[in-house]
């Protein structure tokens, strides 16, 4: 596969329109960029970047839009019922731009030229002898269809992590995402663009929509002229996307580029919009009005189980996946039980797992009860706060403690997942809970449900050396 040559070198050919790369991958070639999607780096993806198996579709449902915009049919759904049995048929109508979707090759070309990628003319595709097989999708699908290293660029949390409250939709929403700052949010989040990649970019455009009413959204499809947050239309953009590699780009902005572009003679692309570059000329797809939303979520859901986690690890005293969840740095807990000297050991991983050991082992059984956990991203790392009440039983007469705590959080994303970077615990009350019945009563004790003894990390921190306020206190199984 040959590689891209300079930005500066293009059209590829003398001749050919403004920046094209016709020919590049041979004169009947039909999927363009999508060459760049190869087995070696592929599955390179899959083995480097594959942590969770959790699957995500990024399609909204194909009515999602309160009114089809530019004239264009909706959704139309016929249900047969087969009179042979309880069997049913659908039939399916509706215009493939009102929803999710990748816009083809056949889409958009050269406007001047009337020339699509690879030279294909205007009237071989809608003339009056069309060539069905000409640069269609299918030919995308026969070559294995759109798989690779998917990269999300979360504008949106970025640019609000800065300061920047673009309006996401509407007349003002007339802002254009630049280079630099695709670049600044890319460094932020630890992103590295690879030859290959499948470039995704969140600018906010869903959170703008269903923030709006019915009636509202429908007035903004009839919005004239149409603005929408998109990646600026200019030179840098174009040479950016072409240099990094990427295979395809996709967003969920109406037009994955800012509109209305910016088409002026002497600016931006000379006259010419994104589209026609990438897919008259690269034959680069571009996805449009995808979601996005469950996506940037995951990184707040990941944080918001590594505090359970947390919890559930000092209630169980399970010291190595505790130790597991910190990143080595010059203070990653703040433990208010340890005295002056301890704390001035609290410098790595190694005295980090001593610390821990000696803390939990100054009060017994304990129960955490996480509740808000206030998350705050920024790039590739995080800061967080989270409400908690825990009771421990303390020395002595197995005496139990209630205390409200509040964690102050800093996380950080490294080699692909979220840990602690430092967490300082702070406690707001406590007092001693002396109930006045026997609660045993009510508890469904048996052997599993004897916590925290049931825990096999309980039995190992403890060993042999299990105080007696610190054993089970739970009456014998029940008939």
């Known amino acids: 596969m040959p590689s891209r040559p300079p930005f500066e070198s293009l059209p590829h050919r003398s001749g050919d329109p403004a920046y094209s790369a016709w020919g590049l991958y041979g004169e009947d070639d039909q999927i363009g960029a999508l060459n760049m999607l190869t087995p070696e780096n592929t599955l390179a993806a899959i083995q480097s970047e594959v942590k969770t198996g959790i699957r995500l579709s990024l399609d909204p449902p194909l009515d999602v839009l309160a009114k089809p915009g530019a004239g264009r049919k909706g959704l139309k759904q016929t249900l047969i019922i087969r009179p042979e049995g309880p069997i049913h048929d659908d039939v399916v109508e509706f215009n493939t731009q009102v929803g999710a979707q990748w816009d083809g090759f056949r889409h958009v ?43 999300l660029l979360d504008y ?18 007339n802002y254009s995402i630049s280079v630099a700052e695709l670049k600044a949010c890319a460094a932020a989040q630890g992103t590295e663009l690879r030859q290959g ?14 923030a709006l009413s019915e009636a509202e959204q429908k007035a903004w499809v009839d919005e004239h002229p149409s603005v929408w947050v998109g990646v600026e239309t200019s030179r840098e953009m174009a040479q950016w996307l072409w240099s990094s590699g990427i295979t395809a780009c996709a967003g969920d902005a109406a037009g994955w580029e800012k509109c209305p572009p910016n088409t002026a003679p002497k600016q931006g692309l000379e006259g010419h919009i994104l589209h026609e570059i990438m897919l008259g000329g690269w034959g680069m797809p571009i996805g449009e009005f995808f979601d996005l939303e469950k996506l940037a979520e995951e990184y707040h859901e990941e944080i918001r189980s590594l505090g ?41 991983i190694t005295s980090l797992r001593e610390l821990f050991t000696k803390a939990l082992k100054t009060f017994g059984p304990s129960f955490h009860f996480v509740g808000q956990h206030i998350i705050n991203l920024d790039g590739d790392q995080a800061t967080g706060t989270v409400y908690c ?51 045993s009563a009510f508890l469904p004790y048996g052997p599993s449900y004897d916590i925290p003894n049931c825990w096999p990390s309980w039995k190992k921190f403890w060993g042999d050396d299990v105080p007696a306020s610190k054993k089970s206190s739970a009456p014998s199984e029940r008939a």
């Open 109 to 151: 070309g050269y406007m001047k030229q009337r020339k699509f990628y690879n030279n294909a003319d205007f009237d071989a595709i809608s003339g009056a002898n069309p060539d069905p097989s000409l640069i269609g999708i299918h030919s995308w699908v026969q070559n294995g269809s759109i798989a690779g290293r998917g990269v």
């Open 156 to 173: 949106y949390s970025y640019a609000r992590s800065q300061g920047n409250n673009y309006e996401l939709i509407g007349q003002k929403a």
């Open 197 to 210: 990649d499948i470039l995704l970019v969140r600018s906010g455009l869903w959170v703008g929509y269903k």
């Open 308 to 348: 359970a986690r947390y919890a559930l690890a000092v209630d169980s005293r399970n010291i190595d996946a505790l130790v597991g969840m910190f990143l080595e740095s010059n203070e990653p807990v703040n433990l208010p039980i340890l005295d002056a000297e301890d704390k001035s050991k609290n410098k790595n």
């Open 389 to 439: 009440i825990c009771t421990h039983s303390v020395d002595p007469n197995s005496r139990w403690i209630t205390m409200q705590l509040v964690y102050e959080d800093v996380y950080i994303y490294h080699e692909g997942k979220w840990l602690f970077k430092n967490r300082n615990i702070h406690g707001l009350r406590a007092y001693e809970d002396s109930p006045s019945v026997d609660s």
